[in-house]
């Protein structure tokens, strides 16, 4: 099948899943009418924007030193990659966010594009998790749990749907794994 035909077919298929999804996006974005809620959420999701995993990987090799600076440079290394593949994926698949296809739903945070398809918060959260988890796993009390806050506060906040959420996890999944098997055998 060639490239544009398969994401022509997703393209349907993620407009099919819309109508089906909507009901799980109305119902949670109606907990952040609840003004802490809302607020939690948002909060989680600016820290996803990056500022928690580039304050990480910031300070690894100012904590433990220089020689865990391949730590730093792994997380970069896979989070490009990362971003690449979600570049790539969103400005084909052009899904529209359920709060512009939904007006019940309210926005309750910050836009950085149009799109929603995959969700990127998610796919860098997991990505990141799965790496750190891996040379320390002892934060796993930590990151898990963060990761699936920022995964849910997309779709609270009306920004996701939750197939958008499962596939970030998918594709954050696969690339940490990924480049594990280079970076932990090197």
């Not at 490009?80 to 979600?86: C, H, S």
């Not at 966010?97 to 959260?125: C, E, M, W």
């Not at 009390?141 to 197939?163: E, K, M, N």
């Amino acid at each position: 099948m060639s490239t544009m035909k398969a994401m022509r077919k997703t393209r349907y298929l993620l407009t099919k899943a819309s109508d089906y999804e909507m009901f799980f996006c109305t119902s949670f974005n109606a907990i952040c009418r609840n003004s802490y809620i809302k607020e939690f959420f948002t909060i989680i999701s600016r820290l996803g924007d990056g500022i928690f995993w580039y304050i990480i990987m910031l300070g690894i090799p100012i904590i433990l030193g220089i020689e865990s600076l391949n730590i730093s440079l792994h997380m970069l290394t896979a989070s490009i990659v990362a971003y690449l593949v979600y570049k790539l994926i969103k400005s084909n698949t052009k899904r529209p966010r359920p709060f512009s296809k939904n007006q019940d739903i309210t926005l309750g945070g910050r836009v950085l594009d149009k799109y929603s398809f995959p969700s990127g918060h998610t796919l860098h959260a997991v990505n990141f998790t799965i790496i750190l988890l891996s040379y320390f796993p002892q934060l796993a009390f930590v990151l898990i749990p963060f990761s699936t806050l920022v995964a849910l506060s997309r779709v609270a906040l009306g920004l996701h749907y939750p197939t958008d959420v499962i596939c970030g996890t998918l594709l954050g999944t696969a690339i940490a794994l990924f480049s594990c098997s280079i970076f932990l055998t090197v």
